[in-house]
């Protein structure tokens, strides 16, 4: 279901339009068309768009709060006793 949703966002940006979701209603039958050059927008996660305003946000950040003081990294075994005791 999640790569049909996708398939038709795709089709709506490509064709420039928005597009129902109708994917178990399509045929076959069509021919594919002639390849053509668009960029996918911001909305769409995993395009260089989306990743273009992410590092401009986090540049934002750091002008406004200030540079990072502390990297932290935490490490995590599902199978650890402490965990496992606290699962149903």
């Known amino acids: 279901m999640f790569s049909c949703v ?3 966002r795709l089709q709506a940006i490509k064709l420039g339009k928005q597009s ?3 994917c178990f209603f399509q045929d076959d039958s069509d021919e594919m068309e002639e390849e053509a050059n668009y960029q996918l927008p911001a909305s ?3 395009s260089a768009q989306y990743y273009a305003d992410k ?3 986090s540049l934002a950040l750091a002008c406004h709060i200030g540079k990072p003081d502390l990297m932290i990294t935490a490490t995590c ?3 650890w006793p402490e965990i496992t005791s606290q699962l149903l």
Do not use: H, I, K, L
């Open 6 to 8: 996708e398939d038709q």
């Open 55 to 57: 590092v401009a946000d």
């Open 44 to 46: 769409f996660t995993g």
């Open 77 to 79: 075994n599902p199978n």
């Open 20 to 22: 129902e979701f109708s």
